[in-house]
């Protein structure tokens, strides 16, 4: 897996602060980016996620380009409705090569890699003979496998994504989505480190976890 | 594949032409609905799509049960973020019977079918392996085919089919898809004939292609 | 302020949890759909909402008609993005007659009320004038008072309407959308007890206040 | 009026450009970045708008601070859901010195600009008159003009700008919400000129009018 923030909004922190004081403030908008520090971001971002006033998050904007995550975890992506996604097609783009993530349970059991790698394998056999028959790209990919690898680029917003980390950061998700969701974390905490201070499921976000059944494992305030 | 419209706004050509006559009118909107003949409504909602005032469009809502899609089609259904879904999960639901689309184009040349239903089979062989291993569901599909079936609920309104079917529709869209909006479009004429009277492609539409690269055999007014 | 539910998904409980059961079922929704008891969704909803997984409820919808508002309110309801909405417009249908709504607060403070119909009846007058000179309606609303009347059609799912609910009747939001989101509240109740039993603002939903500012007087268990 | 692009996706030809490149490529996005000369993304963003292949356009974002508009305006602005907003709240700031916009028809009918004037001064005054004795800014509001100035940050991606454009700067809009989308464009075109070298209503977008009732006085290409 490969994520890489490759484009957002520049000083996001004070773009969002600079929005959400308009709303209380009889000065310009201009005016208060300018008259903005450092220390009033932060104090002013920490007030607004305390009381829920999200939507002035929505200024900033993040662009991911993600490679190397299988279909399984991209189809649970793009069910992100407020989020922007351009992925590789295979109806256009040959899967000749097309690799397979390895979910890390196969390790734990004995037996299950084999069984699993044959498969992949024999299916990338298959699609390569039945494309080489005159299949359409866009048919023989039936044949491919869930786990195969994709390649998406993907824009959300401060709020969205807070909401992303929110429920994919949990360790009740599916853990390459997890993965995923958790290195989308540590690329816009470089550039925005007070909008995402307190980014994560709620064990991070609230203190406490609020799932309806805890995995018993909170993560620690550190660990992200 | 089958696709059966579950629910749906009552009265969904009145309902929407009531709230665009608002928009224009000194009346209520109860006063409006009451007041709208269906001879109104009609030569109303065509006023409404030739202008492109659409949005009335949006207080007419749809839901479909539709089963036995394969996941390359419910992939590129649940990209249309104007819409709600809910899918069978692939986490918690065990595939070890899960059947599989063939695409039409494996019995047109020679030899391609046994390739394509053999590897399926095999495919099915090593989930149920995998399962019986102990590997969690979740993981064991990873090896599954894009082909095989799921089961979705879809809730669109009749703003968003239009665009769906716009797109879908048209001969240059993937097949499955083209067999699934046509089987959407055929449920909601039989309750909503006038808010679709006009849906499909642009040569339904519009009576004319403005594809980029038109595919040559424009669907007739009575096609669909 | 007159609110009445003119439209919605018919038995939007029984269709919610339909959805919302096939995603942990082997069944096809029809099936569920009609094989659910009233126990059964009265039971599978209150999971839904306990675990936070809304997205079912999305795919009922419920249309209002909504007279007798002020501009300030309608101009707060359409700032809810995950809604439908057909306002009566100021540009084609003259205001003439159009009335004012009275916040209040007018009654409890001595000379009040007189400052502010003495500036209605004015702004009524200024408009009329500025009509009968040759303005166009859509200039001469300019002098139009933010307190004057508007109608409007509102269509939004369940899930938005919790959302809506939970920011809206609450006693922190404005008073005169605290009303209209109150009413819509009672309308949708008649329909889909189950859906919106627990619905309200934190102090209902939760059983306790999550507002960063409470307003110290939690609306009890009964009142809604 | 007064609007400025306070901050925006950097590079946004080359974002979107990439993004889309993507989808038809077995190369990585960073590759894909790395890899276009302006020529190219010219070459492809023209065939992207061509084929109205717009979703990429979605990766580039665009903030607006915008300042002196009427609430007018504001409230159609605030109907694109495509959008994130954050306006200047008359629930909490004082209206005291709140200015209104003058509509252009004033000057050519004799009288109406006194009417007019007057009656906006009488506003501000009863404001004034009911707040100081003590009437809730959020209620002495109800008698202010909705031509009275107001204050919003804007942010819209380039794919909702388009459509922004292609409504708003028809001749057939309101004037007031003409010259702020018309002000926009020249913002973006700045900044992306590759973007939006098309953009506006269908008389320059497709190069002839598409509305229902066309004005007449199609904008030139050069125009804008």
């Keep these: 897996m490969y994520v890489k923030l490759i484009a957002h909004t520049p000083e996001p922190d004070r773009v969002v602060a600079a929005a959400a004081k308009l709303c209380y403030s009889a000065s310009s908008a201009v005016e208060i980016f300018d008259g903005l520090t450092t220390e009033n971001c932060a104090k002013f971002l920490q007030i607004l996620q305390k009381s829920g006033h999200m939507s002035p998050f929505e200024h900033a904007n993040f662009t991911f380009a993600i490679d190397g995550i299988s279909r399984v975890t991209s189809h649970q992506l793009v069910r992100h409705r407020m989020a922007s996604f351009s992925q590789q097609s295979q109806r256009y783009v040959g899967m000749e090569e097309n690799e397979c993530i390895l979910p890390p349970s196969l390790d734990k059991i004995e037996g ?25 790209k866009e048919d023989a990919r039936f044949v491919l496998p869930h786990g195969g690898l ?14 992303f980390f929110s429920l994919r950061i949990c360790h009740r998700a599916q853990w390459e989505i997890q993965s995923l969701a958790t290195a989308m ?40």
Excluded: W
Excluded at 150 to 163: D, G, K, P, S
Excluded at 195 to 200: D, I, R
Excluded at 202 to 208: P, R
């Design 112 to 136: 299950a890699k084999v069984i699993f790698t044959k498969q992949i394998e024999s299916a990338k056999e298959a699609y390569n003979k039945l494309v080489a028959l005159g299949i359409p």
């Design 150 to 163: 994709t390649r998406i680029v993907v824009t959300m917003n401060a709020r969205e994504l807070h909401h």
């Design 185 to 224: 974390l540590k690329e816009v905490k470089k550039v925005a480190p007070l909008l995402f201070s307190k980014a994560g499921p709620s064990c991070i976000s609230k203190g406490k976890c609020e799932e309806a059944r805890p995995c018993g494992k909170p993560i620690g305030p550190d660990e992200l």
